[in-house]
């Protein structure tokens, strides 16, 4: 789901600031040249090139991916193909005594997602490339996210062993900034932050060289653009004919980056940056999707449903620009399209805290006006909207006013006692697998509370921000 929730709703306050040299360096060596460096055309001494002719550009070929997993009987192993945060299922396996073996799969460069028993929560993210055509990886318990060990892949020694080390890296600095708000000493840990993020360029540069010729090595390249500050060559370092770059993260965190950099939360400046990100990717349709669909999605989880419109209008629907897009992009754009106003959201038919089911469609012909709320019991601002639902639900339900809750709670009590304790009594619902429940992503929720009010033939009239506004709309509509 994303790609720039939470990034760009730094860039609407903050310009982000980060660079890249082609020879491993120490964090001091960073810092140094960084400050002599401004020049736009200057090479990030954060980029080093890991790309060679062994890892440019895709690869397709058969592979065996196997390994041992302490695991109950009847347990399954599923393996994802990854696009950003897209997942795709394109195998299974039952583990044996002990064991997964998969049967060989054509695969291509990139990362893959195992997951035990097709749950989300219980994930691992691996490598995968043709250039290692078996693949053992053994997980020390069943919490695929704990211990592992690659045990003949160096591509996935790599990737355990710089994950390990970019965790440490990004906690460190995420308590760092915990300790900078009013702080007498905000330049001292800003300084500290900034040895903290080269600690970890450093750190990807020397095992870029211990691992040369890998996809992660390439990923690694792919993690500090070669000219930073300059907006017009932000992409140049990669390449976009090479497809293995959409199995990954960095065309998404690319086009944060350049968002955080460039835009200062300007409309004009997000939208020179998409034309920028789209002219880059044009000569291939495969990566061109994967860029603009990042960016459709990103700007629609942060409230910026106009540029929204505009990627759709101008690089997905257009007749001209659009020509050489697959369905497959429009078919993606359709998730957003109907959730914005005038469109018609879609449907669920879910199990209610109360018994049966709540069918969407079947609800709003029932009445004039239904609010759909998704909600948390772990949510503060939720604790401050439902008591004003409440009496708004029992004043006007009569005429023709319903609202059904969706919890994104992962715990049955949770969700239960927060009902039973506020006095809910509008319907409720909750698939329970919190911001990996399907009707989450559906309905692309990253926050809550977040509301859709929709009239008797279901299509959205309002997405307000907070209860007062659906009462404000009903006063005056609901007659």
């Given at each position: 789901?994303?790609?720039?929730?939470?990034?760009?709703?730094?860039?609407?306050?903050?310009?982000?600031?980060?660079?890249?040299?082609?020879?491993?360096?120490?964090?001091?060596?960073?810092?140094?040249?960084?400050?002599?460096?401004?020049?736009?055309?200057?090479?990030?001494?954060?980029?080093?090139?890991?790309?060679?002719?062994?890892?440019?550009?895709?690869?397709?070929?058969?592979?065996?991916?196997?390994?041992?997993?302490?695991?109950?009987?009847?347990?399954?192993?599923?393996?994802?193909?990854?696009?950003?945060?897209?997942?795709?299922?394109?195998?299974?396996?039952?583990?044996?005594?002990?064991?997964?073996?998969?049967?060989?799969?054509?695969?291509?460069?990139?990362?893959?997602?195992?997951?035990?028993?097709?749950?989300?929560?219980?994930?691992?993210?691996?490598?995968?490339?043709?250039?290692?055509?078996?693949?053992?990886?053994?997980?020390?318990?069943?919490?695929?996210?704990?211990?592992r060990t690659a045990v003949n892949s160096n591509e996935n020694k790599a990737w355990f062993a710089y994950q390990s080390k970019e965790n440490k890296n990004n906690n460190e600095i995420k308590n760092l900034r915990k300790g900078m708000k009013d702080s007498p000493y905000r330049k001292r840990i800003e300084l500290q932050i900034k040895d903290k993020e080269l600690e970890l360029v450093a750190t990807q540069h020397e095992m870029m060289d211990t691992y040369p010729g890998t996809y992660f090595a390439k990923v690694m390249t792919w993690k500090n653009p070669k000219y930073h500050n300059d907006q017009g060559k932000f992409f140049e370092d990669l390449d976009p004919l090479d497809n293995s770059i959409i199995h990954s993260m960095s065309i998404s965190d690319r086009i944060t980056a350049?968002?955080?950099?460039?835009?200062?939360?300007?409309?004009?400046?997000?939208?020179?940056?998409?034309?920028?990100?789209?002219?880059?990717?044009?000569?291939?349709?495969?990566?061109?999707?994967?860029?603009?669909?990042?960016?459709?999605?990103?700007?629609?989880?942060?409230?910026?449903?106009?540029?929204?419109?505009?990627?759709?209008?101008?690089?997905?629907?257009?007749?001209?620009?659009?020509?050489?897009?697959?369905?497959?992009?429009?078919?993606?754009?359709?998730?957003?399209?109907?959730?914005?106003?005038?469109?018609?959201?879609?449907?669920?038919?879910?199990?209610?805290?109360?018994?049966?089911?709540?069918?969407?469609?079947?609800?709003?012909?029932?009445?004039?006006?239904?609010?759909?709320?998704?909600?948390?019991?772990?949510?503060?601002?939720?604790?401050?909207?439902?008591?004003?639902?409440?009496?708004?639900?029992?004043?006007?339900?009569?005429?023709?006013?319903?609202?059904?809750?969706?919890?994104?709670?992962?715990?049955?009590?949770?969700?239960?006692?927060?009902?039973?304790?506020?006095?809910?009594?509008?319907?409720?619902?909750?698939?329970?697998?919190?911001?990996?429940?399907?009707?989450?992503?559906?309905?692309?929720?990253?926050?809550?509370?977040?509301?859709?009010?929709?009239?008797?033939?279901?299509?959205?009239?309002?997405?307000?921000?907070?209860?007062?506004?659906?009462?404000?709309?009903?006063?005056?509509?609901?007659?």
């Amino acid at each position: 789901m994303i790609w720039i929730a939470s990034s760009l709703l730094f860039v609407l306050t903050s310009c982000g600031d980060s660079s890249a040299s082609n020879e491993p360096v120490s964090s001091k060596k960073i810092e140094t040249v960084e400050v002599e460096q401004t020049q736009t055309d200057a090479v990030s001494p954060r980029y080093k090139n890991g790309i060679n002719d062994q890892n440019k550009g895709d690869k397709t070929g058969s592979v065996r991916l196997h390994g041992l997993i302490p695991a109950k009987p009847g347990s399954y192993m599923y393996l994802f193909q990854t696009e950003a945060r897209t997942k795709t299922l394109i195998d299974s396996t039952e583990i044996k005594g002990g064991v997964y073996n998969f049967k060989k799969v054509e695969a291509s460069r990139g990362f893959y997602e195992l997951q035990l028993n097709g749950a989300a929560k219980n994930a691992s993210t691996i490598i995968i490339n043709p250039d290692e055509a078996d693949i053992h990886v053994d997980f020390k318990s069943s919490r695929l996210n704990g211990a592992r060990t690659a045990v003949n892949s160096n591509e996935n020694k790599a990737w355990f062993a710089y994950q390990s080390k970019e965790n440490k890296n990004n906690n460190e600095i995420k308590n760092l900034r915990k300790g900078m708000k009013d702080s007498p000493y905000r330049k001292r840990i800003e300084l500290q932050i900034k040895d903290k993020e080269l600690e970890l360029v450093a750190t990807q540069h020397e095992m870029m060289d211990t691992y040369p010729g890998t996809y992660f090595a390439k990923v690694m390249t792919w993690k500090n653009p070669k000219y930073h500050n300059d907006q017009g060559k932000f992409f140049e370092d990669l390449d976009p004919l090479d497809n293995s770059i959409i199995h990954s993260m960095s065309i998404s965190d690319r086009i944060t980056a350049m968002m955080v950099k460039f835009s200062r939360g300007e409309d004009s400046r997000f939208l020179a940056c998409i034309d920028i990100v789209k002219a880059h990717f044009e000569p291939n349709p495969v990566t061109l999707e994967s860029a603009l669909y990042a960016m459709l999605d990103g700007f629609y989880n942060t409230g910026k449903e106009d540029i929204c419109i505009y990627i759709l209008d101008n690089y997905i629907y257009d007749e001209d620009c659009g020509a050489d897009l697959s369905d497959v992009i429009k078919q993606r754009a359709e998730g957003i399209v109907n959730l914005q106003l005038g469109k018609i959201p879609p449907n669920f038919n879910i199990d209610a805290y109360r018994g049966g089911k709540v069918n969407l469609y079947e609800t709003v012909k029932k009445n004039k006006y239904t609010l759909i709320m998704f909600w948390a019991s772990f949510c503060h601002k939720c604790e401050q909207e439902i008591p004003e639902l409440i009496p708004l639900y029992a004043r006007l339900k009569s005429q023709g006013f319903e609202t059904i809750g969706i919890s994104i709670d992962q715990v049955r009590k949770s969700w239960t006692d927060a009902i039973e304790s506020k006095g809910i009594q509008y319907p409720n619902l909750s698939q329970l697998q919190g911001y990996d429940s399907p009707i989450v992503s559906k309905y692309k929720i990253t926050s809550t509370p977040t509301y859709f009010l929709l009239n008797n033939k279901g299509e959205i009239v309002l997405k307000p921000k907070r209860i007062y506004e659906v009462e404000a709309f009903l006063n005056q509509n609901l007659k």
